[in-house]
């Protein structure tokens, strides 16, 4: 048998392409969001969301703002029912979970389901913080701390305009 240089050749260069994305992917799995997500992702350009959030909204979400304290729609919501992302509608917090955590930013001690949030780490600003990010479409929700109340002394400290409330009926 023969060897065709050419074929070595594109074999050589075929295994270090592959290499090189395999090294992609693990790179950007450091940044995975922990839980894994269960159900389908949801994957939008910059360009669709700026479409379909308002500036604010967009600001937030898509580019880890943070609204001013005392100022949002829910931080003293106390009606009963559930807090779903305003990027994607996924639920997220039911409002039995909610507490007074004095912050002025709606805040919980647990998500309706683990799988529905996930976490990121943020060293923006000096600090080491869990970013809080919608698990289906990643948008920015907030921070968790751990000085929150029992049973999970976790304090979700979300973003009011993160999330879209319905009351039950
Ligand atoms: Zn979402």
Known sequence: MKFNPLLILGLFISTSLFQSCQAQVEKSEEQVIEPKFNG???DKSTKEWRAELTADEF???????TERAFTGEYW???EVGTYSCRACGLPLF????????????PSFYAALDENNVGLKNDNSYG???SEVVCNRCESHLGHVF???PQPTGLRYCMNSISL???ADE
């Open 146 to 148: 751990e000085d929150g």
């Open 76 to 78: 003293d919501n106390h």
């Open 94 to 105: 039911p409002s039995s979970t909610k507490f007074e955590s004095g912050t002025g930013w």
């Open 127 to 129: 600090m080491n913080r």
């Open 59 to 65: 600001h937030v979400l898509r580019e880890q703002g």
């Open 40 to 42: 389908e992702k949801l």
């Open 164 to 166: 879209k409330f319905e």
